[in-house]
């Protein structure tokens, strides 16, 4: 079946290469293909499209479809073009000729927008959710490891002395900057595009305004050409949110790499959430990060892809745009799976208490030091040449005692002001259920 068929068959190459793995990816967004269909319908009655008992009859059968759904036994059959064409076939071979009177007042394309702006939506709002308790975890950790001392590198040389709690609580606060990406995908998702049709709107006088209210919309795409140029506009932006996620998530795991390494020796984990080698029988992979690092880099792409895949497409619908479901439905997959596996791992991270007590980070002190001398009173640049004489000569012996203060330092780590920032950008995506 096909919503737009005309009575004639098409050649069964040109249905498998346009219609490609949209089976199979159309099964994520079944329950949204309900959902809308249950507000167009309440709609359609409210406008006197439907009757009142047609619209119990839809609904009955819509709310026995989104029941096989969820438990699993709903399938888009063989020949049926997409999960639109079935949930509709399905309804009229239950319901007879009401079934068929379901689609009045829209079209395929404003029906699949409204099922991908509802399934981003809810999946920005589970992400998020992933993404906090990741944060969470981190800012635990930072706390529970204040005083750890750690070094700091610059051009991966030594530099001045760091700490778990930084480290930790600086990818905590990222991933609080990196939601207020999600968040801004989530409020292009959060708009209704309901009722536009193929792009440019119908003759029915359709209830916009209703539909955006049950089915729990921030707003309305009001122009409905805009409303299909939302399409790939809306992708774009959750690219953008999930490759800022990407970012964070795979310079940790690089940075967990380098640490866990015998070189550094900062970290570990236990046996159990490492691999092994087939040849060298004392290796301990950490092939969980390794995974992450190049999984998070392949995410670095999604942009680029949405962007090249829209980039010179005039407004309006194209089939070009189906496209853009196998690159930002695996994408979020792949995303929340490494967001998991990362808070899941950090649960049993050993950390090395005593990484200092190497003479080798001894020169982490030097500015220490230059400061020491400076807050006694030497001027900062002969302070600076005495500390360097003596690394030079190698006579230089650093004062480990370490005094930072200010917001944000080895003393004062802001945790809880980070943990506002997150309370505060998390509560824009309270407010609305779904």
Known sequence: MKLWDKGYDIDSWIESFTVGNDRELDMQIARYDVEGSMAHIRMLE??????????DVLLSALAEIAREIEAGTFVIEEGVEDVHSQVEQLLTQRLGDVGKKIHSGRSRNDQVLVDLKLFYRAQ??????????????????SEEYADVLLPGYTHMQVAMPSSFGLWFGAYAETLADDMRLLVAAHDIANQNPLGSAAGYGSSFPLNRTMTTRLLHFQDLHYNVVAAQMSRGKTELALSYAIGALASTLGKMAMDVCLFNSQNFGFIRFPDAYTTGSSIMPHKKNPDVWEIM??????????????SLLTSNLPHGYHRDLQLLKDITFPALSRLRE????ADFMLQHIIVNRNILDDPRYDYLFTVEDVNRLVLSGVPFREAYKQVGHEVQEGTYKPHRDIHHTHEGSLGNLCTEQIRHKMDSVMQNLEGGSE
């Open 293 to 306: 690092r190049g999984q998070c880099n392949r995410l670095l792409a999604t942009s680029n892809e949405v």
């Open 124 to 141: 920005l709002r589970e992400m998020a959710v992933d993404v906090r308790n990741l944060f969470d975890r981190l800012l635990s950790l």
């Open 338 to 341: 490494c967001l998991r596996m």
């Open 46 to 55: 409210s406008i006197g499209l439907l009757t009142k008992d047609e619209l």
